[in-house]
């Protein structure tokens, strides 16, 4: 069973929007920080953003003032809204969850997002 699914990935025009989601196991969601990471091709996997159990967000650099990182508790999915897209966006992006008090990391299959020049 998979405990993190994710959806909404695809084909957009540079300048478009996406919005990823990731529906988590309810006690894995409700535990855990919740991060967005992506893994262009030949490059090494990168954070993109973090938002916290408590609702705390945090972003690289790279995504600040065009992605947006949000959790609706009560269907246990975190959502990754994607503005103003670049061709250098394009990877393969993958759902994180940190429970730190089990120790534990669990990881979506991962959603392709495809950008257009």
């Known amino acids: 069973q998979e405990r993190l699914v994710e959806s909404g990935g695809g084909l957009v025009q540079a300048g478009g929007s996406l919005r990823l989601s990731c529906a988590a196991n309810d006690i894995i969601f409700s535990s855990s920080d919740m991060g967005w990471y992506r893994q262009a091709p030949g490059k090494q996997r990168e954070w993109v953003a973090t938002?916290?159990?408590?609702?705390?967000?945090n972003y690289a650099d790279s995504a600040k003032g065009r992605f947006t990182i949000s959790r609706e508790n009560a269907v246990n999915t975190v959502f990754l809204l994607m503005n103003s897209l670049k061709p250098e966006d394009t990877a393969v992006y993958y759902c994180?969850?940190?429970?730190?008090?089990?120790?534990?990391?669990?990881w979506g299959q991962g959603t392709q997002v495809t950008v257009s020049s």
């Open positions: 994180n969850a940190r429970w730190a008090m089990a120790g534990r990391t669990y």
């Open positions: 938002i916290t159990s408590d609702g705390s967000t």
